[in-house]
């Protein structure tokens, strides 16, 4: 079946630090996949999308590109902020309109 | 722009009981899907609903079941309810397939 495969965290960055949360996929057909954002209390937030292969998306500084041959999809931000704490969840679609989530990754930043 | 409304945001109930939850999806939104986080389990699917018919069940009992009306407003309805059920339950709507909205959840703790 379908499955998204997460770095675990936490994830501990200061701030204006690069960041990289690896995300690779297994799945039938071609996929959307999704990068959403949750903060503490709160429910998701869709970040960035990218429909098919090496489209990249972005949102507020972070980007991801949809790269087929890897079965990847790496979320990426060149500067951190604290603000930016959260947890990361990487997800597909493969046109069920049903999302399979990875387990989420913690990303603390410090001042 | 409303965004996803989900009532009640906290719910406390007791072991047997059964459990309503709502959801109004954002104006013109007519897909609603439910999802149920854990900390154990993550993320899972558990139905999705459009022109109020099922679409796509996830792999959950028959104790978890939904509707959807001719508004688009969703509830899903948890009967004999267990300890293990006590988890974020949130919901998305989507237009088309341009990406799903979620709401900020219903935590559902089950004494």
Redesign the interface.
Known sequence: GDSVTQMEGPVTLSEEAFLTINCTYTATGYP?L?W?VQYPG?????LL?ATKADDKGSNKGFEATYRKETTSFHLEKGSVQVSDSAVY?C?L?T??????????TRLQVQP | KAGVTQTPRYLIKTRGQQVTLSCSPISGHRSVSWYQQTPGQGLQFLFEYFSETQRNKGNFPGRFSGRQFSNSRSEMNVSTLELGDSALYLCASSFHNYGYTFGSGTRLTVV
Do not use: I, N, V, W
């Open positions: 959307s999704f959403y709160e429910g998701l937030q869709l999308k969840f997800a679609d046109g069920r309109r049903a999302l399979t989530f990875g387990s989420g």
